[in-house]
């Protein structure tokens, strides 16, 4: 393995039950890198964002085969899936802040973790709220619940949340789609600061979104990879022509 | 909707290339006629070519704006921008040969005449198939003809040295040489138009540009793909 690859998907498959939805997944990811997924919908985008974490587990009758390897182990055989979850972080669609503060929102994770000194807990959701460029708008009122924050605050909250526990990776499943277009451009803006210290993969249908802040797109379609490229490359010459059809707007 | 706009574009493009070439045939027609008329037709055939740069200019910009074009759809857009502008200047070309017939004292003849002839020939074939290929989608095409850029360019030096002899032998010539090394350097202007629209055109297929290289790296291109 590369050692600029973080992440080495090989041959994955993935089944709800019976129904197969990822069919022979290979890609590398990229260190300090964004990596954004599209594709139509339903064609398995979040199904494989979901693996990286093992977020399926919670259904019994899902079934992975193959392998992803992350610090040369198999993240889909790995036991300690909690440990994995601290180390590959998910923030969803809509934003999803906890019944609480935000200060104890952003805590969440470190107390999970095991972290309970008090000092060390402000200094870390300190941090985490700065790198989430969120410090600022709510540094004077951390101890308020965080459901008055707005819709793009929240998200970044649900970021620095994420952040508090210092991922190696992140998983954004259309972080922005229920967000107004400033809000989409502080997101945004955050994504590329991130990507100095963690390594992210983002799953968007907007084709925009993708071409502004990755470093590579991968084009999915019916549960298969069918192009992965340096994203400048593959909005310009894109290799296969069902990628061509799709960027372009003529599909089916 | 967009398909539609791309069909636009594309008739544009071939309109301001049917203006041009019928340009350059009328311009070079004036010279050896030594024909105002000609000339004068020539000119204002400009005109047509100017306002027809201008809408492929706008369409362009506002399909970029609105439709973000991708991939294919991108690289026609931007290579369409690019040839309407070369095929702007060639008429522009057309123009100043048509304008040095009120210089000249009487019509080119014999050699000069037959040289005038063989390189707008040239010209005008490289032209034909730039524009061709650029509608056939013919990489193969657009390179051979980048090559044939050189045919002109050893024609035009050759050219302008016996006019500048003609020159210097007869001393009462030297009006009508200046005009025709005018002339002679507008064709092999356009042949360099030409030569860009090629290099467009390969961009446009290719996704990769061939601008400002030379002929060797032209004849890989084509050899090894
Ligand atoms: N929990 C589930 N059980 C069964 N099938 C599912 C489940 N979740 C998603 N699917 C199916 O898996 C396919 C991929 O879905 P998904 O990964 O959500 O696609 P995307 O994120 O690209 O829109 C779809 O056909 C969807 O209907
Ligand atoms: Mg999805």
Redesign the pocket.
Known sequence: MNDKHILKVEHLNFY??S?Q?LFDINMNIEKNMTTALI??????????LRCFNRMHDL?KNNRYEGKIIYNGENILTMRDSINLRSKIGMVFQSPTPFPMSVFDNVAYGLRLNGIKNKAELTDRVENALMKAALWDEVKDRLNTTASGLSGGQQQRLVIARALAVEPDILLF?EPTSALDPIATAKIEELMVELKKITTIIV?THNMQQAARISDFTAF?YL?KLVEMGKTDEFFTRPKNRQTENYISGRFG | MFDEKLDNIRSMIAKMALTSQKMLENSIKSIIEKDGYTAEETILQDREIDILDNEIEETCFKMLAIYNPRAFDLRFVISSMRISIDLERIGDSCVNIAKQVKYLSEPPKGVFMKNIQTMKKEAYDMLKDSIKAFFDNDVHLALTTIKRDDVIDNLHKEFIKEIAKDMSDTPKKVQDGVSLIYVVRNIERIADHATNICEFVYFKQTGKSIKHTYFDKVKEVMENG
């Open positions: 709800y039950s129904k939805v594709g139509p919908s339903g064609c398995g985008k979040t199904t494989f259904y499943d799953v999915f549960g």
